[in-house]
């Protein structure tokens, strides 16, 4: 099937870091994506990474894929309290669709 | 910035009239948006897809009749919800493609969204 899978919640602490996994389907997707979603607002493209890289950081952010496993996840650092929302992973498939994970919530606590 | 304008970002209407959600992309030319529904604490779905100048793509189970798009710009799609009902009631979001100056990948910029009540 087509179902990009992601946890539904996750809650973290002011400070610690967050882990958000998601489990993807098409291994020949070239690009991988992370967006923000934010209450009642559109998506905010946060980061992405190319299907031959392991790892990417972009300041707080960090990615991992490990293609083998079609697994992708988004490490942030240092969690504040503005980076509680949903975020989605995204892949790109055969069709050259955007396939959207499940998404998941993130909460961050004072 | 925000690169792709969409608007209104809440309209509520009676059953059975019609409503239009633009979607206009800002400093670039996009012959190519998205349309997507988003229903609470779910994923986004893709309606459609919006080509200037020719017909939209429409998903599986989405109703062409029902929800119209044009695209008769390069920087501007609407989509009409037609004779709405409760249940159209919805986030619906719009998104372009991008390829920027330099860079060697597509990106998928999104409007802000339109959340639609329909009475």
């Known amino acids: 099937g087509e179902d990009v899978e992601q946890s539904l919640f996750l809650s973290v602490r002011e400070g610690d870091s967050s882990v958000i996994n998601c489990t993807y389907t098409?291994?020949?997707?070239?690009?991988l994506y992370w967006y923000k979603q934010e209450p009642g607002a559109g998506l905010q493209l946060l980061t992405y990474i190319f299907s031959n890289m392991d790892m990417k950081q972009d300041q707080r952010l960090t990615v991992l894929l490990n293609k083998k496993d079609k697994h992708l996840s988004l490490r942030i650092a240092d969690t504040q309290t503005g980076d509680s929302a949903i975020y989605f992973c995204a892949e790109i498939s055969g069709t050259y669709k955007y396939i959207f994970g499940t998404g998941t919530r993130l909460k961050v606590l004072a | 910035g925000a690169v792709v304008s969409q608007h209104p970002s809440r309209v509520i209407c009676k059953s059975g009239t019609s409503v239009k959600i633009e979607c206009r992309s800002l400093d670039f030319q996009a012959t190519t948006m998205f349309w997507y529904r988003q229903f609470p604490k779910q994923s986004l779905m893709l309606m459609a897809t919006?080509?200037?100048?020719?017909?939209?793509?429409?998903e599986q189970g989405v109703e062409k009749d029902k929800f119209l798009i044009n695209h008769a710009s390069l920087t501007l799609s609407t989509l009409t919800v037609t004779s709405a009902h409760p249940e159209d009631s919805s986030f619906y979001i719009c998104s372009a493609n991008i390829i920027r100056q330099g860079e060697s990948n597509e990106k998928l910029f999104f409007g802000s969204g339109t959340q639609l009540s329909v009475l």
């Open positions: 919006s080509n200037e100048g020719s017909k939209a793509t429409y």
């Open positions: 098409d291994s020949s997707s070239t690009y």
